[in-house]
């Protein structure tokens, strides 16, 4: 889950069903594909809630590519305003 959406670049990331120490990937694509955003972070204990600020990223629509070491993918559309 990606929230708050629509944002003003701040948000927050919600996953479930990782395992403690299973790596992250996030990256953020802007409308034109252009990488904004990348990075990467492990699951720790209950730690499942991440935080970005994109505050410097155009007003728009991005996509936020987060996958894991364990192959899972998903992808979510962002509006930042």
């Given at each position: 889950m990606v929230y708050p959406n629509p944002?003003?670049?701040a948000f927050f990331i919600l996953l479930k069903d990782n395992e403690d120490g299973e790596k992250i990937y996030i990256n953020v694509f802007d409308i034109s594909e252009r990488l904004i955003n990348i990075g990467q972070t492990a699951i720790s204990g209950e730690?499942?809630?991440?935080?970005?600020n994109l505050g410097h990223a155009y007003p728009g629509l991005c996509m936020v590519q987060i996958y894991s070491d364990k192959g899972e993918r998903f992808?979510?559309?962002?509006?930042?305003?």
């Open positions: 944002t003003d670049g730690n499942n809630l991440f935080y970005l992808v979510k559309e962002l509006i930042i305003q």
